[in-house]
């Protein structure tokens, strides 16, 4: 999810931890769990300093990898109680047992949250790399966010105790997300008798949007090719046939860190090659991400006629920023 719905989940895990007699009766262990639980909520985020270094490749190499992983998902809460503990007065074991239960919560709604979504995690690591993305929630769902931030202002205002308010929100979310993974299951099955250019050996994906009524559609076809389209409403649209370049350049641009960490992410990547009186720029682009038809989760490497390096980038970018980059001087930025 997006860093403002962890963030208003953060406050929601504390709000809900009034359910716990101990947090209850103790104002200071309840500041403590709060704090504890916004930390735990942001915590595997913490990659993203990745980004100071200025290398997009690093971060997209990373990003909601280790730090999303299971031991990550005991090692999180446990830092989280040492620093948060003391900070509090807390030294006893059973003060801390309470902020470190808490935290792990929060961690780990973090952690299975984020499952849910398109860019999905690497949360079985260390048994498995493979990216774990389950595309039944967007990044960013508009219920999630505003059912937290209105249960929060109730709970601030004292209108309603946190206790039942937080219990019946949870309630909620548990439904809406059982309720989204029913659709999504049912959309992906119905989605073969919708299309009908189906061909034996499709696979399809089927990604939602922010609204619930709209998804992005990919088909794999068995030459590796896609077809990307929508489903609104029920209907079924295909705009675009995706397919691998087969130039020398491509193969070549392999070989880049840049290229390389964009192809460890996605397994649903296309590239494109446009010659040059200079050379070749090759553009790769993950089908699933898709904005006003185009592809802005990119990578794009310019290269001279011996296929020599002279300029790349990865990262979200429009189509025409990136021809603005590239257009004129294909010199390393």
């Not at 937290?148 to 309603?160: D, F, N, Q, Y």
Request: proline residues 7%; hydrophobic residues 45%.
């Amino acid at each position: 999810m997006d860093t403002a719905t962890h963030f208003v989940m953060g406050l929601g895990l504390a709000g809900l931890s009034s359910v716990d007699p101990a947090v209850a009766s103790e104002p200071r262990l309840a500041a403590a769990v709060l704090v504890a639980t916004v930390l735990a909520s942001q915590a595997p985020d913490a990659d993203t300093a990745l980004r100071l270094k200025k290398n997009n490749a690093l971060y997209i190499r990373n990003h909601r990898g280790i730090t999303h992983s299971l031991p990550f998902l005991l090692l999180w809460p446990l830092l989280i109680t040492v620093v948060i503990g003391p900070l509090f007065g807390f030294f006893g074991l059973d003060p801390l047992s309470h902020i470190a239960l808490w935290s792990f919560i929060g961690v780990a709604v973090h952690v299975f949250s984020d499952l849910f979504n398109t860019y999905g995690t690497q949360a079985a690591r260390p048994f498995t790399e493979k990216w774990i993305a389950w595309n039944i929630i967007h990044i960013f769902d508009p219920f999630i966010f505003a059912s937290h931030a209105a249960a929060i202002i109730l709970w601030i205002t004292g209108l309603v105790p946190p206790a039942p308010l937080f219990i019946a929100l949870y309630a909620g979310i548990v439904a809406y997300y059982v309720w989204r993974t029913l659709v999504h299951a049912r959309v992906t099955r119905n989605i073969r008798q919708r299309d009908v250019h189906h061909e034996n050996g499709d696979r399809y994906q089927v990604i939602p949007t922010i609204s619930p009524s709209r998804w992005n559609v990919v088909k794999c076809k068995p030459d590796g090719s896609y077809n990307i389209g929508f489903l609104t409403n029920g209907r079924l649209e295909w705009f675009k046939h995706a397919v691998c370049s087969a130039h020398p350049a491509v193969e070549h641009s392999k070989a880049h860190p840049d290229i390389q960490a964009f192809l460890y992410f996605t397994s649903y990547a296309v590239a494109e090659v446009e010659e040059l009186p200079s050379g070749y720029i090759v553009r790769w682009g993950d089908v699933r991400y898709l904005h006003r038809k185009q592809f802005p989760f990119v990578a794009v490497l310019a290269m001279d006629h011996t296929f020599h390096p002279l300029g790349s980038y990865v990262g979200w970018l429009s189509s025409e920023k990136l021809d603005e980059r590239f257009a004129v001087d294909p010199s390393p930025q």
